[in-house]
Structures are given as structure tokens and as C-alpha cells.
Nanobody
């Protein structure tokens, strides 16, 4: 599967953005999906993940209550709605797919990655 992330940009603190990640392939609904981010000089870190049907999701603590992950299997797309953005949310955001459909907060558990989209939050 190929993933294409989009929707990043430059916003002020407190604003919202919605990231999208479109996937190719017919088996999109078999994959668990995740969003990760990588700030300059830091390692890639987990943000959120969602199960195959979209009924199960989980988040890293700093984004709980502000970010929402969702998916539309009919459109082969996963989303990350980001509200109340903070300067510390500045990073390149990556979408990823886990072919075993289990979902995880670990980078190594994901098999396919998008190219990343830059989110910059000014304070």
C-alpha cells in the first residue's frame, strides 16, 4: 500500500488543522493505521492509532482531548483532526499502516509509511 499525507501548514497557536492520508490498494480496511510525528532533532514519536473498523483508537497523552483520528474505508483515507494546536505540536507528521491490523504505538510495528507533511505552529 502507498500512503500520501497532506494538510499540513503554518498556523497560530490555538488553531486547528486536519491532516489527511490517502492510501492506494484494495485492502485498506485490513490495516490498522497510525499517525506519528518527528520534531527537529528528535526521534519519531507516536501520536494516534486506529483499528481496522475505526471503532478503536488511542492517543499519546499530550494530544488526548485535542486530536482525533478517524478513517473512511470507502475513501481509503485516514484523518487526524488537530485542535487547540500548541507550539510543541510543530513537527513533520507521518501516516503509517500496519498490515497485521493490530495497531501499535511503536514505529517498528508499521510496514508502510507516507512521506510526511509539515505542521508548524507559531506561538
Amino acid at each position: 500500500v502507498q500512503l500520501q499525507a497532506s494538510g499540513g501548514g503554518l498556523v497560530q497557536a490555538g488553531a486547528s488543522l486536519r491532516l489527511s492520508c490517502a492510501a492506494s490498494g484494495r485492502t485498506f480496511s485490513n490495516y490498522a493505521l497510525g499517525w506519528f510525528r518527528q520534531a527537529p532533532g528528535k526521534e519519531r514519536e507516536f501520536v494516534a492509532a486506529i483499528g481496522r473498523t475505526g471503532t478503536a483508537s488511542y492517543y499519546e497523552d499530550p494530544v488526548k482531548g485535542r486530536f482525533t483520528i478517524s478513517r473512511d474505508n470507502a475513501k481509503n483515507t485516514v484523518y487526524l483532526q488537530m485542535n487547540s494546536l500548541k507550539s510543541e505540536d510543530t513537527a513533520v507528521y507521518y501516516c503509517a499502516a500496519d498490515r497485521w491490523g493490530l495497531g501499535s504505538d511503536e514505529v517498528k510495528k508499521y510496514d508502510y509509511w507516507g512521506q510526511g507533511t509539515l505542521v508548524t505552529v507559531s506561538s
